[in-house]
């Protein structure tokens, strides 16, 4: 009779300890929710057991219940991330997070924009062989081999390259270097761009902007060169078309053309003559003949006297 009591507080006890941690971690002990917001996926990770590792299956949008002892949930986004890789410490991370790489010699410093996206059926890959969640792989693995990809691709390129006519393959070449790296797990970098204009040492920008400055002056020689000759030409052609037009008039030429010439002047002159004949010492003249051809002489003095 006396050992009834204590079996009793005993039993007693141990109820009384397992439903206060039945009451802090759920129904089952160890059981966690977490919520797995639109636009995102879950996956399960096993962390002890046989079947420790990664899951095959992805969890979708709502709460997941899991063992907080043995399980982790990684949440990924099934919607296109941006990160901008910034000197400022008001854009993006609050630490530098430019880029810096090598060409023809120099150093070049730089903001990239970057925006990528995760194949949701290939995460398991990607988790497998990082074992980072997103958060982890951009602070880390992109910035890095961001940086890897330009020093790769700019090998061979000249300073004066990077922000001029080559800049556009630059980039292009590093976003291919990106997705030859990461497109086997499921990320692919959907563009990669400079925010700004690249930083050079300063006598580079001045040997840069010396270049440029020359080459404008080069452009603008050139165009008033071509406007020179442009004019030149256009002389050269008007006066040839004016000495064809002269020999073509001339070799059209005819008896018919020179009759027809006299009759406009003949006319002429019957518009301006007077209809007064002129008077000699032996009376009045003779009717003028206003034809061009025609043989009459005015009579001589000695004529007029007889």
């Known amino acids: ?11 007693t006890g141990i109820t009384a300890a397992l439903a206060i941690i039945a009451s802090g971690c759920g129904t089952v002990p160890g059981s966690s929710v977490k919520r797995i917001p639109a636009g995102y996926v879950g996956l399960k990770v096993e962390l002890y057991g046989e079947n420790r590792g990664v899951q095959n299956a992805t969890i979708s949008t ?13 949440v990924f986004p099934d919607h296109v991330q941006y990160y901008i890789l910034t000197a400022s410490t008001e854009e993006g991370s609050p630490v530098d997070e430019s880029i810096s790489f090598g060409v023809g010699g120099t150093t070049v410093n730089a903001d990239v924009s970057l925006s990528y996206f995760f194949n949701t059926q290939k995460i398991k890959d990607f988790y497998g062989k990082y074992l980072k969640d997103p958060e982890q792989f951009k602070a880390t693995l992109v910035r890095s ?8 691709s700019a090998t061979g390129l000249k300073p004066e390259e990077i922000v001029g006519n080559k800049q556009a393959q ?3 070449d590093v976003q291919t270097c990106l997705n030859n ?6 990320v692919t970098f959907d563009s990669v761009g400079f925010v700004s204009k690249p930083r050079f040492d300063e006598s580079i920008e001045a040997q840069i902007t010396a270049r440029f400055q020359a080459e404008q002056q080069a452009v603008a020689a050139k165009a008033q060169l071509e406007v020179a000759e442009a004019e030149s030409k256009r002389k050269i052609a008007e006066a040839r078309g004016e000495a064809e037009a002269s020999r073509i008039k001339a ?5 018919l053309t020179i009759r027809l010439r006299e009759l406009e002047l003949q006319e002429e ?12 010492l032996g009376g009045t003249a003779p009717f003028p003949s206003f034809d061009p051809n025609a043989g009459h002489s005015l009579p001589s003095a000695s004529t007029a006297k007889k």
């Open 1 to 11: 009779m006396k050992n009834i009591p204590r079996r009793f507080f005993k039993l």
């Open 62 to 74: 709502g709460k997941v219940w899991y063992n907080g002892y043995t399980e982790e949930i990684v």
């Open 145 to 152: 081999e961001t940086r890897n990809c330009f020093n790769q």
């Open 170 to 172: 630059l980039l292009k």
């Open 181 to 186: 790296k990461f497109g086997a797990v499921g």
């Open 251 to 255: 070799s059209t030429v005819s008896p």
């Open 269 to 280: 002159m019957i518009k301006k003559w007077d209809g007064i004949l002129p008077t000699y």
